[in-house]
């Protein structure tokens, strides 16, 4: 990140993210991580919904690319998890979260921090009136 200037590093990231598109491919990790960094930005911004719709068309590439297990491919999918619900779509927030949190303690087991992580932000979005 350019300093925590997301609005101006988000420019030089779809800029970067073009460039390794024309020379490595849309599916190049490189474009790909230029991709999320400008998602993250918009999300910064203000920009949830555009945010999101990078988001998971990064994450479509990564787990065509590296299957569901990839620590980049958990991470996304907990991203968008947070997204959604701190753009106030609880409920698409527990659809994305639950199954990954399910995963998470397969690949981690269920007392590791990523497991537990994931198991305290499900537990506060179930919470009536929260």
Request: glycine letters at 10%; hydrophobic letters at 40%; aromatic letters at 4%.
């Amino acid at each position: 990140m350019i300093g925590g200037d997301f609005r101006r590093a988000l420019p030089e990231f779809d800029r970067l993210a073009d460039a390794y598109a024309r020379v490595a491919g849309p599916g190049d990790i490189e474009t790909l991580e230029c991709r999320r960094q400008a998602a993250y930005c918009r999300a910064e911004l203000g920009q949830g919904a555009a945010a999101l719709q990078e988001l998971r068309q990064v994450l479509a590439r990564f787990q065509a690319e590296k299957g569901d297990g990839d620590e980049t491919v958990l991470d996304l999918r907990r991203d968008i998890g947070s997204l959604l619900a701190a753009e106030g779509q609880v409920e698409d927030a527990v659809a994305v979260l639950q199954p990954l949190h399910e995963d998470l303690a397969v690949l981690y087991g269920p007392g590791h921090h990523r497991t537990l992580e994931v198991g305290d932000l499900l537990a506060r979005l179930r919470i009536p009136g929260s």
